[in-house]
Every structure is written in structure tokens, then in C-alpha cells.
């Protein structure tokens, strides 16, 4: 290749005169200068095609080439990453379905779990309720029989009170007893 630009630039020196054309106008239009334009038009041509064909043509050819596979590579790699993407959403999908699946089984057996204890409670608690209802009932009835005792002894003594301060006199408490046991037999059968 330096030995064709050094011929080149001697051929050029050699014939500049000639190949300006300096001395009768325009050297396109002079016919005598034809021929050598047409031998220099086809030797600047032919060297420029094969420079082009040669050094430039093939690293364009190449870079082209090396896009090509690299937008492929990357097509083919984005293809991948859409479907493995795909593939991750439809696991995240599936993990928050399943989650969402145990949380309400979780949420459902434990509402089970606290409605089956809260009856349970209840149970206890209207038996332990029924059963302190009952001893209360008992309760209040034997207070009613204790205190009708009580009441008649109370009732003897007031009796026997008045009596005393009405009429003066005193009477014999086991009269007064009597007639207030004979009252009160009649009258609590009410209140029992």
C-alpha cells in the first residue's frame, strides 16, 4: 500500500503541468487531456473500491454483523427475562393466593376455636349460675323458716307488750304464745 501512494504522488509531480492543465483553460473540455483523465478516473476509482472493498467494506460488514447478534442476544436475553418475569409473577401470585387461603382458614378456626369456647364458657356459667340460683333459693327459703321463729318470738314479746300496757295486767306467756303460734300457722302458708 506505500508503494502504491508513492508511485501515485511521483506520477503526479511528473505530470502536474499536464494534469492541471495550466496552459489552455479547463483541461475537462480539452480532448487531448482525455485520455489521461480517463486513465487517472479509473486508477483513483479502482484504488478508492479497493481500499473500501478491502479495509473499510469488511469492518462495516463486521460491525454490522456484531449489532445484529448483540440486538438478537439481547432480544433472545429480554425473552428470557419476560418469561422468567412471567414465572415470578405467577409465583407471587400463587404465594399470595395461598396466603391469603391460610390466613382466612387461620382466621376461620380460630373463630371456630373461640365461638366452640365462648359456648363451652357459657355452658359452665349457666350451670355454675343455675347451681348458685338453687343455693340461694335455698337459702332464702331456710332464712324464711329460721326467721318465722324469729318472727313468732318477737311477735310473743310485742304481744304481750301491748297487752300489759293496754289493760295493765300481764298474761301468761305460754297463752300469748299459743295464740300467736295458732295466727301466724294460718297466716304463713302466704309467704313460704
Given amino acids: 500500500m506505500k508503494k502504491f501512494i508513492l508511485i501515485f504522488y511521483i506520477g503526479i509531480s511528473v505530470n502536474a503541468g499536464k494534469a492541471f492543465g495550466a496552459e489552455a483553460?479547463?483541461?475537462?473540455?480539452?480532448?487531448?487531456?482525455?485520455?489521461?483523465?480517463?486513465?487517472?478516473?479509473?486508477?483513483?476509482?479502482?484504488?478508492?473500491?479497493?481500499?473500501i472493498w478491502k479495509l473499510f467494506l469488511p469492518r462495516i460488514t463486521n460491525n454490522?454483523?456484531?449489532?445484529?447478534?448483540?440486538?438478537?442476544?439481547?432480544?433472545?436475553?429480554?425473552?428470557?427475562?419476560k418469561e422468567r418475569a412471567g414465572?415470578?409473577?405467577?409465583?407471587?401470585?400463587?404465594?399470595?393466593?395461598?396466603s391469603k387461603n391460610e390466613a382466612k382458614k387461620i382466621f376461620e378456626d380460630g373463630y371456630k376455636n373461640l365461638k366452640n369456647e365462648l359456648n363451652n364458657k357459657k355452658?359452665?356459667?349457666?350451670?355454675?349460675f343455675n347451681k348458685e340460683l338453687e343455693a340461694l333459693d335455698k337459702e332464702i327459703v331456710n332464712l324464711k323458716r329460721?326467721?318465722?321463729?324469729?318472727?313468732?318470738?318477737?311477735?310473743?314479746?310485742?304481744?304481750?307488750?301491748?297487752?300489759?300496757?293496754?289493760?295493765?295486767?300481764?298474761?301468761?306467756?305460754?297463752?300469748?304464745?299459743?295464740?300467736?303460734?295458732?295466727?301466724?300457722?294460718?297466716?304463713?302458708?302466704?309467704?313460704?
Fill in 146 to 192: 329460721s326467721s318465722i321463729s324469729n318472727i313468732n318470738k318477737i311477735s310473743i314479746e310485742v304481744v304481750s307488750e301491748i297487752v300489759k300496757l293496754t289493760i295493765g295486767k300481764e298474761f301468761n306467756m305460754s297463752s300469748v304464745s299459743a295464740a300467736v303460734q295458732d295466727v301466724s300457722k294460718k297466716k304463713i302458708e302466704k309467704y313460704l
Fill in 123 to 128: 355452658k359452665i356459667f349457666d350451670k355454675d
Fill in 87 to 98: 414465572k415470578k409473577l405467577q409465583e407471587y401470585e400463587k404465594i399470595i393466593k395461598n
Fill in 25 to 51: 483553460g479547463m483541461p475537462q473540455l480539452n480532448p487531448e487531456y482525455w485520455l489521461s483523465q480517463v486513465f487517472w478516473l479509473i486508477l483513483i476509482f479502482t484504488a478508492l473500491y479497493l481500499v
Fill in 64 to 81: 454490522i454483523e456484531n449489532r445484529r447478534l448483540r440486538i438478537v442476544n439481547d432480544l433472545n436475553d429480554a425473552q428470557k427475562l
